[in-house]
């Protein structure tokens, strides 16, 4: 599993979104606009000024982090296609935390390389690759989304992958934005 954030947010449209609201403008004071995007987004749930950001990840991870995800509609993917890019090198499987689980994959994977060696298609081949089966992607939320996101995704009840992921989307945002998303961890 591997994220990085891709872009590098602001907070500025969010500023400038809450100075339209009020009239008021954007403020050059650092800590007051701060102090005011906390009291508008977070204190008083004024949540649409967070869609004036976003935040882009590239994403390594299982087809079952790449389903949970697309599940939240209010998200842009560009994922890598199965149908053009499976080769015998690039037959990676998540680790399930499970030894004998992780040694059925191996077999699995082997399978799959007799199937690509018979010369069955990529049509044919990736419907065969199961959930363990590793994907990249790109994914852009804006913060209104990721907050969502991010209240569902690190909760306990979630799949480990997505909350491994879902932890490491949080860690990858600048620090000074973190104040937004810190009633959105569910760290237990």
């Known amino acids: 599993m591997k994220v990085k954030l891709l872009n590098k947010p602001t907070l500025e ?8 609201c ?3 403008g954007c403020y050059a004071n650092e800590e007051k606009k701060l102090n005011r995007i906390n009291r508008v987004a977070n204190v008083n749930k004024h ?14 991870a299982s087809t079952k982090v790449l389903l949970e995800m697309t599940r ?15 080769d015998k090198g690039d037959i990676v499987f998540e680790d399930t935390g499970n030894n004998d689980v992780n040694g059925m994959l191996e077999n699995f994977r082997q399978v799959i390389i007799n199937a690509q060696n018979k010369g069955y298609s990529n049509d044919v081949i990736s419907l065969m690759l199961p959930q363990a089966y590793q994907y990249r992607w790109i994914v852009k939320m ?12 690190t909760d ?25 998303f810190k009633d959105c961890i569910n760290e237990k």
Do not use: W
């Open 13 to 20: 449209f969010v500023d400038n979104g809450i100075g339209q």
């Open 22 to 24: 009020y009239d008021k």
């Open 47 to 60: 949540g649409s000024v967070l869609e004036f950001e976003e935040a882009i990840f590239e994403i390594t």
């Open 72 to 86: 939240h509609r209010h998200a842009s993917y560009a994922c890598k296609s199965s149908r053009y890019t499976i």
């Open 142 to 153: 804006n913060y209104r989304s990721l907050q969502n996101f991010l209240s569902l995704r």
């Open 156 to 180: 306990k009840h979630s799949h480990f992958h997505i909350r491994e992921v879902a932890n490491e989307m949080f860690k990858q945002l600048p620090d000074e934005h973190k104040f937004l």
